[in-house]
């Protein structure tokens, strides 16, 4: 099977802007941000709930699998199928024997309260 035809979920990555502070520092500037969809395998890991708090937060963990050129960076977020994931690490490149093959990266979805 080739990653060509592995690549069937349609995603938004979402790439903050960047803004400059009174006091010179930048930042990340979500109003600014750009998008652009990149085909790709999304698969949900694992969640959990957070009942200890009293606040019904829902986390889903998600693996998201893209091609080896793919400029996704770990400030980066992901929109798909009506979720909002947050890129939780940094892009890991995977290798074949015949060089890079495919991009993983981690997310993390975010449903209720977040401390």
């Known amino acids: 099977m080739s990653l060509r035809t592995m690549l069937t979920r349609a995603i938004t990555i979402i790439t903050p802007g960047v803004t400059t502070s009174a006091a010179g ?3 990340e500037d ?3 941000a ?4 990149q085909m790709a ?3 949900p890991l694992r969640g959990r709930e957070d009942n200890q708090h009293l606040t019904d937060a829902v986390t889903a963990e998600w693996e ?6 793919d400029p996704i960076t ?6 798909y199928d009506g979720r909002l994931l947050q890129i939780t690490s940094a892009p890991e490149r995977k290798y074949s024997p015949r060089g890079p093959n495919h991009l993983v990266v981690r997310a993390t979805q975010y449903n209720g309260y977040r401390p």
Do not use: C, E, F, Y
């Not at 770990?74 to 929109?79: C, G, K, M, V, Y």
């Open 25 to 27: 520092d930048q930042k």
């Open 30 to 32: 979500w109003h600014a």
């Open 34 to 37: 750009t998008t652009r969809v």
């Open 41 to 43: 395998w999304i698969n």
């Open 64 to 69: 998201v699998i893209l091609p080896p050129t």
């Open 74 to 79: 770990a400030r980066d977020r992901i929109s």
